[in-house]
């Protein structure tokens, strides 16, 4: 509660990159915790405490608010035609105002919702499959991008992959690691 009552939250932004060009397509907010006497904290550190007493969801209002203020400097910038990845927990996801939040979010910074993806990890979406997909539905709707991550540890199923609305999937490493020394890979 202090961290966000003191502005203690930080973001930080890793490039993404077309696999083809080299050309920067956008970035990932990754969410930190600059703590006055530990330093940094990575989200492992905090995230569970946060969903487990609600504030995440306050502390997912600040995340999305952040990232897009950051996107519109950028379009101001000219890279309009690049997108700022949010990852929202299972909890943010499960919020009845998630919609609604993402679009006056989007208003208030002047973004489309182009300029937006929102991640959720492959076992938030699977949890209870029909309301994810009306949530997600509406979130593509809108015009935003949505990406799986961590897809392939939970509860894959090709089916269910094919009702996605996802634009993107994120494979996790574990399954690719060692892509150029395992064929298993």
């Known amino acids: ?80 035609d690049w997108r700022v990845a949010v990852n929202l927990s299972a909890l943010q996801f499960g919020h009845a105002g998630l919609v609604r939040s993402v679009g006056t979010t989007l208003a208030r910074h002047g973004l489309a919702a182009a300029n937006l993806t929102l991640e959720i990890t492959e076992s938030t979406a699977m949890s209870d499959a029909d309301a994810s997909m009306t949530v997600l539905q509406q979130l593509s709707d809108m015009g935003v991008d949505l990406s799986i991550d961590d897809f392939g540890t939970g509860y894959s199923s090709l089916m269910y992959l094919k009702r996605l609305p996802a634009n993107e999937l994120k494979i996790d490493r574990g399954f690719v690691r060692d892509l150029e020394q395992d064929g298993d890979d």
């Open 1 to 80: 509660r202090l961290a966000v009552a003191e502005r203690q939250l930080r973001l930080f932004y890793q490039p993404k990159f077309d696999a083809r060009s080299g050309k920067p397509v956008g970035a990932e907010a990754l969410l930190r915790w600059e703590h006055p006497r530990m330093g940094l904290l990575a989200p492992a550190a905090f995230i569970d405490l946060a969903e487990t007493t609600g504030l995440i969801i306050d502390i997912g209002h600040w995340v999305l608010d952040e990232a897009c203020r950051q996107m519109r400097e950028w379009v101001e910038l000219g890279f309009d």
